[in-house]
Nanobody, 127 residues
Framework: VQVVASGGGLVQAGGSLRLSCAVS????????MGWFRQGSGREREGVSC????????NFVDTVKGRFTISRDTAKNTLYLQMNNLKPEDTAMYYC?????????????????????WGQGTQVTVSS
């Protein structure tokens, strides 16, 4: 399985970015997947996840209403649209795919030992 994230960059506060994650080597539509992030000196946190059925969740209160997770099963690509970015969104963002078939963004998606991880893409928001 290959997980390749892209789309990060430097943006001013209030700006937008769209992260992409190309996933290959599995039947894309059968797996839950999403995004974790880790800022400098901060703990890693699960940000957003989409179930195998296509239902999206945001787990960080401060991103609700600003971040939207989606996927294109024809392109085997996961997205994270990030609007109205804030300096506190600055972090390395990781695309994470649950090993469990038909996952629902619970349990194993939160377990680093039961997921595939991409290489990360850096998002930096300047004030």
């Amino acid at each position: 399985v290959q997980v390749v994230a892209s789309g990060g960059g430097l943006v001013q506060a209030g700006g937008s970015l769209r992260l992409s994650c190309a996933v290959s080597g599995l039947n894309f539509g059968n797996y839950a997947m999403g995004w974790f992030r880790q800022g400098s000196g901060r703990e890693r946190e699960g940000v957003s996840c989409i179930t195998w059925r296509g239902r999206g969740f945001n787990f960080v209160d401060t991103v609700k209403g600003r971040f939207t997770i989606s996927r294109d099963t024809a392109k085997n690509t996961l997205y994270l649209q990030m609007n109205n970015l804030k300096p506190e969104d600055t972090a390395m963002y990781y695309c994470v795919v649950d090993w469990t078939v038909h996952g629902d963004c619970t349990g194993s998606w939160w377990d680093v030992k039961m997921t595939w991880w991409g290489q990360g893409t850096q998002v930096t928001v300047s004030s």
